[in-house]
């Protein structure tokens, strides 16, 4: 099977698990992971994870299937980032879809759902962790199902989004307990997006460890 991978940051977290998923099964298929819907050629599968681009038909059109991962119960939380502002809200759960691409976005037939726990102290990095391997899972069972499966139409009923996420969204608010604001805190990515906050003029950058007992 001909499979590629269209990640747009070389700087994401994915990445690492991405490469290793490739490792695994360059030996039964054809592995590519793209940077750039420019490099989009033909093949059966093109998968979309943590992906910026906007894919037109035409460039769907040069696969047999292509397929997004979403990390939110869909039609609920389309759009940007959303076990971020899920667990922000108090989510101790996400839900992860692998749906068909099209022109509306994360609007597609679904292929299957898994929901993992998030346990209340995990760090952003615990949380991503969970989040790609049920993603690498889901793609295992896009390629194991390729011929026999048969997708789900999204209901029309309770769609919502969330926004895509801005550097003000990472502010903490100093007048406020670190319990309040514990989930914003630990869902910021302290190297690419980091929890911030204002005193005396000046801008702190705020990381958080889990430190051994």
């Known amino acids: 099977m001909k499979i590629t991978i269209l990640n747009s940051s070389e700087d994401h977290p994915v990445n690492t698990c991405l490469k290793r998923w490739i490792k695994l099964n360059q030996a039964k298929h054809e592995v590519q992971l793209s940077r750039s819907k420019k490099d989009l050629f033909n093949g059966d599968i093109l998968f979309l994870v943590s992906c910026s681009d906007v894919i037109s038909q035409y460039d769907r059109d040069k696969f047999k299937k292509t397929l997004v991962i979403h990390a939110s119960d869909l039609p609920r939380g389309r759009g940007w980032s959303p076990h971020i502002w899920e667990i922000i809200n108090g989510a101790n759960q996400v839900t992860l879809a692998l749906l068909e691409a099209e022109d509306k976005v994360d609007s597609g037939d679904i292929w299957k759902k898994v929901t993992i726990n998030i346990p209340d102290a995990a ?16 793609m295992d069972f896009a390629i194991e199902n390729f011929l ?27 007048h406020q307990s670190i319990d309040k604001q514990f989930d914003l805190i630990r869902v910021c990515d302290p190297d690419r997006f980091p ?19």
């Open 123 to 138: 760090l952003y990095d615990q949380i991503n962790e969970l989040i790609f391997e049920a993603e690498l899972e889901l």
């Open 148 to 174: 026999n499966i048969t997708p789900s139409k999204q209901s029309e009923e309770g769609v919502s989004s969330w926004p895509k996420r801005a550097p003000e969204d990472s502010e903490i608010n100093i």
């Open 195 to 213: 929890a911030f906050f204002y005193r005396n003029g000046k801008k702190f950058k705020l990381k958080v460890e889990v430190m051994d007992e």
